[in-house]
């Protein structure tokens, strides 16, 4: 958002660094879903990324993944990136399931080792660290 | 519960229902009515966003005009009440800038200073009918609003 002096590059990086946490927690959690049996990940890229910044310095689209997540056959969560560039966070994607929505934000500083935090749709919108007993629960619902 | 915390959660149950009415659509593989949703819920974080700022703003609005009327009455040396009395005691004037009333109650380049510009270019983004591609988190507004208000209220 607000950002003095910001190159190309600095955003190229910002973006990279982006699908890296992105490919690193679809991994976390396809771990978690496995050591559970009868659940299994599958991504694919289908999220258009073009935010401000981008569109700003010229910076080309990029296309994102998705993760979704099945119970046998049935799909039971999707894990839909939303956004890099957010006010009090450096990045947010959304957890859908047939009950709502999780929105996880990373709130660690810029190119630090990931802190993702969950906001819930039935906890009253507290912050929860996210893991893997939140996760469990999340698509055993 | 203070404002936002009443609109965090009118916003929660409009964006949970969004959400599962494009979780279902996934399911189904009604791919036109599932980025339906999603556009929805984009605009729904977009208008609550917009709405609280602008409780926000009015806050900041008031505070800095409190501040300015107690000083051009508590003052007495002109010297000291010279800078005070020119500036607009009347909260809507918008012969003093939004960052500039910002300024006189908190500290500029401090955290919240810097937090709620943040805010306000995302405000001016949205607000002045940007290109809608700009995320936020309105837990994270919820929070950060909640706690700047009761700051600014101290």
Redesign the interface.
Known sequence: ??EKEVTKEDIQKRIDDWKKRISSLYDMISEWAASEGMYRCSRRPAIQM???LM?KLSVHPEVLELLDVYHGRE?VA?VKP??L?????NG?L?I??????T?L?DKAEKFHKPRWVA?G?TNG?Q?RRFDKRYFVRLIEE | MSIFKDLGQMYGEINSYYARMEFEAKTRGWIRRERTWARKRELNDHAYFLFMFTRLEDHIREQSSKLIVGKQTSLSRWRQRSAWDILPKEKDSDRLSFKNRLALLVKKGCKDYNRIIEYYYLRNTLGHGGSFSSPVSIPDVVDDFDRIYSALSA
């Open positions: 958002m607000v073009y935010e401000e569109q799909l999707t939303i956004g560039w957010i006010v009090g966070a947010r959304d859908l399931t047939r009950n709502g929505v929105i934000v906001y749709s919108r912050a």
